[in-house]
């Protein structure tokens, strides 16, 4: 009984503490390469926009990590989702940051983001350990090009925001070489074009609340 409970434990404590805590990053927030400069209105508007985008994108990571882990058979690849989770705290909290220092909200739709993106690391994750970790790859190197995207669109003067996008995308990769690393199986182009469509509706909306 306790080896069913503690996984749906350390799930349901992971979305409580996603959704409605303080994340706290273990990293610093990184630090821009020029002193921040000054934004006009629909600049700052924009930047909070962006960040609030990719701060969905770590609240989705949350929930698929913690799905995965759930349901993963290798205890060395749960404890690997884990750990990825935990790393991906430090976003969650530094695109936070950037949300209050920008004067912008989260989105209000995240307990709808991270209840779908749960459901979809629960199916991942019951596909077997080398096509989780596939899905994990591919979502990373989705995410990857997003954020390259966002370097093209936020504010120039917004050096914070730029120096928090340039380290995620290290990170993002980091985790997709990891994956890959792990056994991971390469997903059929259907899946990838699905997830691609799904990642363009999460940032088309989000964009706007």
């Not at 989105?107 to 690391?121: D, E, K, R």
């Not at 096509?131 to 003067?157: D, K, N, Y």
């Not at 120096?163 to 792990?182: G, N, P, S, Y």
Request: hydrophobic share 45%; proline share 6%.
């Amino acid at each position: 009984m306790t080896a069913l409970l503690d996984p749906a434990l350390t799930a349901a404590d992971a979305a409580l503490r996603t959704l409605f805590a303080r994340s706290h990053a273990t990293r610093a927030l990184p630090p821009a390469i020029q002193p921040q400069g000054e934004l006009s209105e629909s600049e700052r508007r924009e930047a909070g926009a962006l960040m609030r985008v990719n701060h969905v994108g770590e609240v989705c990571a949350q929930a698929l990590y913690t799905a995965q882990a759930a349901v993963a058979s290798d205890p060395a690849l749960r404890a690997h989702f884990l750990e990825a989770a935990h790393e991906e705290t430090d976003h969650l909290a530094w695109t936070r940051q950037r949300l209050d220092d920008l004067g912008a909200r989260p989105s209000i739709l995240n307990p709808l983001w991270y209840a779908g993106a749960f459901g979809l690391g629960l199916i991942a994750g019951r596909l077997g350990d080398p096509l989780s970790l596939g899905f994990v790859a591919e979502t990373e190197r989705q995410v990857e090009a997003h954020l390259e995207s966002h370097l093209g669109r936020l504010p120039p003067t917004d050096h914070a925001s730029r120096a928090v996008v340039e380290q995620m995308k290290i990170d993002e990769a980091r985790h997709a070489t990891q994956a890959v690393d792990a056994g991971a199986a390469e997903l059929p182009a259907p899946a990838k074009a699905l997830m691609r469509l799904a990642s363009r509706v999460m940032t088309t909306v989000a964009h706007r609340i």
